[in-house]
């Protein structure tokens, strides 16, 4: 695929009288009658890294998103819940991959990428740096964690970019799935005994505010929000989504019996839900590498990534490249 998308780009080069303006005004016109840009479709630079960055980063945020959860696997409290768990990351680890290979077509390997993550060189959503620190965390991050995610990931199925908006339609059925049963593990604690339901609402005291942090900066500090609405990357705005989550997430909260950890939560008149502001210092902490478990989610990778090198030799043997 690397080597089509160079041979492409000079062929273009080669071969083309066609002016860069003239290939921009095409772009943009593709862009504006709700046209996918594809792999060998001219793209101007900035639209290409954006991708890179954003994909990649979304790809990471999926593999390292299976850390918190993978720690319960072995403790899930029965054989239902352990499948359905071990289900459930299996599906994040396929998330990783279908993101990997679309971000793979911008001309960037995955060795690359991989490599940008060790470095430190490439994000990984914030949430994933929290511990799970009890059973009704899966519920917690099913249910925020996933929850906020499909709210992005919906609006990201009619992103530009082809092969990004194809990966999303498939990840958006699986993630509805995973925000049922992490309400679902949430529910059940709160029909249970009085220290389940104090380990539910522990649970979602803690995972709150870091799920509304999911969504990014606000609009206006937020540097990358202009371009990527420009070329249709995003299709909605960091706090468009965000208050669309809020929305649907406490409703669903007060159903059964939870409580928002935020004393200033109100319905407005025209049914937005009003809350505190995030603390940004924390988020910014957590973003820039201090939080809870940055240095262990990252070395976690690295020991794993570099202890499956002879499965990824393996392979390559009967796939050689
Ligand atoms: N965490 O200008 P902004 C899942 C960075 S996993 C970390 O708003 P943008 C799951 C941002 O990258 C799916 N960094 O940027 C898996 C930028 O820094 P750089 C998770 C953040 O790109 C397992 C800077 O702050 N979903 O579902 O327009 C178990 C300025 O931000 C964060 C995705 O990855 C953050 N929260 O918007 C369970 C969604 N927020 O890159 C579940 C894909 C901001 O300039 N990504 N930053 O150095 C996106 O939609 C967008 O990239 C964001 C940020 C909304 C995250």
Known sequence: ??????????KTMETSLISQEELL???ENKINAEQKIEPLDWMPDEYRNHLIRQMSQHAHSEVIGMQPEGNWITRAPSLRSKKILLAKIQDEGGHGLYL?????????????YIQWLHEGKAKYAS?????????????????????????NQVSLQRTSYGPYSRAMVRI???????QRQGYEIMWKMME??????????????????PA????????????????????KIKRETNDHLRQKFINKTIPQAELIGLKIPDSNVVKLSDENYQTSDINWDEFWKVVN??????????????KYHNEGAWVRESASISNPK
């Open 212 to 231: 509304l942090m999911m969504f990014g900066p606000h609009d206006s500090d937020s540097p990358r929000t202009s371009n990527a609405m420009k070329w």
């Open 127 to 151: 949430v994933f740096n929290y511990p799970a620190l009890t059973w009704a965390d899966m519920g917690a991050i099913g249910w925020l964690v996933d929850g906020a995610a499909i709210t």
């Open 100 to 112: 990997y290979s679309a971000a793979e077509t911008l001309g960037v390997s995955r060795d690359q």
């Open 172 to 178: 958006c059925k699986e993630e509805s799935f995973h």
């Open 25 to 27: 005004l095409e772009f």
């Open 289 to 302: 590498g201090n939080g809870p478990c940055n240095e262990q989610r990252l070395a976690h990778h690295i």
């Open 1 to 10: 695929m690397l080597n089509r998308i160079v041979k492409a780009k000079y």
């Open 192 to 209: 249970g005994t009085k220290d389940q339901q104090e380990m539910a609402q522990d649970a979602l005291n803690r995972w709150w505010w």
